[in-house]
C-alpha cells in the first residue's frame, strides 16, 4: 500500500493497543512489528492512550522497532533528535520504567554510547541505569 494508507492501516492497528482482549492486543504488537518502522508516528500516538496498557505496549512496540535505540544512538553520535524523537523516546521510557531503560543500557554494550546512564536520568526515570 502506499504511504499514506500504510500510515492509516497502522493508526487503526495501534488503537487495538488498547483493547480490552489480551490476545486483540498481542496480535496488534506483532502486527505493528511486521509493519515496520516507518509506521513509529501511528505506535507514539498510543503512548497518549488512557489506557495503561496501550501506553506500555506503545513503548514496547518502538522498542521492538528499533526507533528508541536509533534515537539513543544518535543522540551519542551528536546529532540533535527532533523534538517529536526527543519527546518520543523520553515519553516510551517512562512508560516502558527502569526495565526498559535498563535494557537500553544493555542493548548498547557491544557498541556503547557515551554518558548513556547520564542522559537516562536526564529523563527522570526513577532509577532507571543507576
Known amino acids: ?3 499514506a494508507r500504510r500510515q492509516a492501516i497502522a493508526a487503526g492497528i ?3 493497543l488498547a483493547d480490552r ?6 496480535t496488534a504488537k506483532e502486527a ?5 518502522p516507518a509506521t513509529w508516528r ?3 500516538a498510543q503512548l497518549s492512550s488512557n489506557d495503561a496498557f496501550a501506553r506500555n505496549g506503545a513503548a514496547e512496540v518502538l522498542q521492538n522497532l ?3 535505540d536509533w534515537t539513543l544512538r544518535g543522540i551519542a553520535s551528536g546529532v540533535r533528535p527532533t523534538d517529536e524523537a526527543l519527546d518520543v523516546l523520553k515519553r516510551a521510557l517512562r512508560e516502558g520504567g ?4 535498563d535494557a537500553a543500557v544493555l542493548r548498547t554494550k557491544s557498541e556503547p554510547i557515551p554518558d548513556i546512564h547520564a542522559l537516562l536520568r536526564s529523563f527522570d526515570l526513577q532509577g532507571a541505569a543507576s
Do not use: E, K
Open 21 to 26: 482482549d489480551w490476545s486483540v492486543r498481542t
Open 42 to 44: 501511528a505506535v507514539a
Open 1 to 3: 500500500p502506499d504511504r
Open 14 to 16: 495501534a488503537a487495538s
Open 66 to 68: 528499533g526507533v528508541l
Open 98 to 101: 527502569v526495565s526498559m531503560a
Open 32 to 36: 505493528l512489528a511486521q509493519l515496520g
